[in-house]
């Protein structure tokens, strides 16, 4: 079994979705991603391209389009990040209310009451839970995949010296 790389921007999510059901997984992914970030620029670099639209691929695509940048500007809002301009297209917005799980008169005011202001401002009505993400100060983490290519080069260099130190220098001969 091939083990698929989780997206680490939203422009990954809607390039790795191919309908609806691959689009929730790939948001989840990205979700567990975030809470591994550690810098505000690693946070931006996560939300700045724009992702393609995914009202093309399948038929809840819109509110697909409309979710990724109420995210991203609920993102920016709470990390005081600056906002990507691909937010404010008309793409990103719906025309008409989508209240999730909106069978109950309940839920309906629920997700209404409960709706974060850049849901709410696209006509998305969600209870919308954005992972615990801790910023710290210093310098951002490394991943495991520059930490190998580090340790390579690192041992590389250490091998040159120790086959610059065998030769002998003439110079030095007694």
């Known amino acids: 079994m091939k083990l698929q790389k989780r997206p680490e921007s939203l422009s990954e999510v809607t390039a790795l979705s191919l309908n609806e059901e691959t689009f929730g997984r790939n948001l989840a992914d990205f979700e567990h991603e975030l809470v591994r970030m550690s810098s505000r620029r690693s946070l931006f670099a996560s939300i700045e391209?724009?992702?393609?639209?995914?009202?093309?691929?399948?038929?809840?695509g819109h509110i697909a389009d409309a979710w990724l940048a109420a995210y991203a500007e609920e993102l920016a809002f709470r990390f005081e990040?600056?906002?990507?301009e691909w937010l404010w297209e008309a793409d990103r917005f719906l025309s008409s209310p989508y209240i999730h799980d909106g069978h109950s008169a309940r839920l309906k005011v629920w997700h209404t009451?409960?709706?974060?202001?850049?849901f709410s401002r696209r006509n998305l009505f969600v209870d919308v839970r954005?992972?615990?993400?801790?910023?710290?100060?210093g310098r951002p983490r490394k991943s495991a995949r520059h930490k190998r290519e580090m340790n390579r080069l690192r041992v590389a260099r250490y091998r040159e010296r120790g086959k610059e130190s065998k030769v002998e220098d003439p110079a030095r001969r007694d």
């Open 49 to 60: 391209k724009r992702p393609p639209l995914l009202i093309e691929r399948f038929a809840t």
């Open 130 to 137: 954005i992972p615990p993400i801790q910023l710290r100060a």
């Open 81 to 84: 990040l600056p906002y990507p």
């Open 113 to 118: 009451i409960k709706s974060p202001p850049a």
